[in-house]
C-alpha cells in the first residue's frame, strides 16, 4: 500500500525549531524525487524542498534557504526537514510527496513542476507565533 506519514509538527515561538519526519511505505519506495510543499490558509501550495533520490542533491525555495535541511536516512525510506529560526510565516500544513520513477519519462527528480508527485501525506500543522 502507498503510504506516505508526515510527523514531527507542533507550535513554537518565532526563532525555534522543529524536525519534521515522512516515512515512505515499501510500495512507494521506488521514487526518483521527494519533495515537502507547505499550504498556509487561504494561499495555495508551496514548494519547500526537494531531494533527489540518484545524487542526493537538494533544493529549497528563497525564503526557506538558510534555514530548513532536507535530509534522508541511508535506504531513503525516511526523510527530514530540520527547520531552524522558524518564524510565524512559516506556519502551515507540511505535506512530503514522492515522485515515482515511470519508464521513458524525462522528467527531473527535483522539477519545479507538480507533474509526477503522484502520492501525498496527509500533512502534519507547524505553528510558529511571534
Known amino acids: 500500500q502507498v503510504q506516505l506519514v508526515e510527523s514531527g509538527g507542533g507550535s513554537v515561538q518565532s526563532g525555534g525549531s522543529l524536525r519534521l519526519s515522512c516515512e515512505v511505505s515499501?510500495?512507494?519506495?521506488?521514487?526518483?524525487?521527494i519533495a515537502w510543499y507547505r499550504q498556509a490558509p487561504g494561499k495555495d501550495r508551496e514548494r519547500v524542498s526537494c531531494?533527489?533520490?540518484?545524487?542526493?542533491?537538494?533544493d529549497y525555495t528563497k525564503s526557506v534557504k538558510g534555514r530548513f535541511t532536507m535530509s534522508s536516512d541511508v535506504d531513503k525510506k525516511i526523510v527530514y526537514l530540520q527547520m531552524n529560526s522558524l518564524k510565524p510565516e512559516d506556519t502551515a500544513v507540511y505535506y512530503c510527496?514522492?515522485?515515482?520513477?515511470?519508464?521513458?519519462?524525462?522528467?527531473?527528480?527535483?522539477?519545479?513542476?507538480?507533474?509526477?508527485?503522484?502520492?501525498w501525506g496527509r500533512g502534519t500543522q507547524v505553528t510558529v507565533s511571534s
Open positions: 515499501d510500495a512507494a519506495l521506488d521514487y526518483i524525487g
Open positions: 510527496t514522492v515522485r515515482p520513477r515511470k519508464p521513458y519519462s524525462t522528467i527531473e527528480a527535483c522539477s519545479w513542476s507538480l507533474a509526477g508527485f503522484d502520492y
Open positions: 531531494l533527489s533520490r540518484r545524487d542526493g542533491a537538494t
